[in-house]
């Protein structure tokens, strides 16, 4: 069956970093459209970044343009969030999510596959 595994959420101050991976398994991954969403306490899912398949071209929410960069490695069924400038209003549980549809997909009913999630706590 198809698995997303994300790793790499702790506990930041403001202003760090950190890098999140999911590792897919279970699913042609480079076919696949990648996206990773959040949700804080109390607060709807909302989207982060996505990449497409083949040509790895991105989409990100406003807030963290310039902050924060997916990426891929389809050899190793890896998608990864690079989260830097961290603000307290980023933590949140970070998902990885996948879609068989290829497109800059931004609407969590989009996706076929998510993580269990990751959290991400950035202190003030």
């Known amino acids: 069956q198809v698995q997303l595994v994300e790793s790499g959420g702790g506990l930041v101050q403001a202003g760090g970093s950190l890098r999140l991976s999911c590792t897919a398994s279970g699913l042609p991954f480079r076919h696949y459209t990648m996206g990773w969403f959040r949700q804080a306490p109390g607060k709807e899912r909302d989207f982060v970044a996505t990449?497409?398949?083949?040509?790895?071209?991105?989409s990100y929410l406003d807030s963290v343009k310039g902050r924060f960069t997916i990426s891929r490695d389809n050899a190793k069924n890896t998608v990864y969030l690079q989260v830097n400038s961290l603000k307290p209003e980023d933590t949140a549980v970070y998902y990885c999510?996948?879609?068989?549809?290829?497109?800059?997909?931004?609407?969590?009913?989009?996706?076929?596959?998510w993580g269990q999630g990751t959290q991400v706590t950035v202190s003030s």
């Open positions: 999510a996948a879609a068989r549809t290829n497109g800059a997909l931004v609407e969590s009913y989009e996706y076929d596959y």
């Open positions: 990449i497409r398949p083949w040509n790895s071209s991105t």
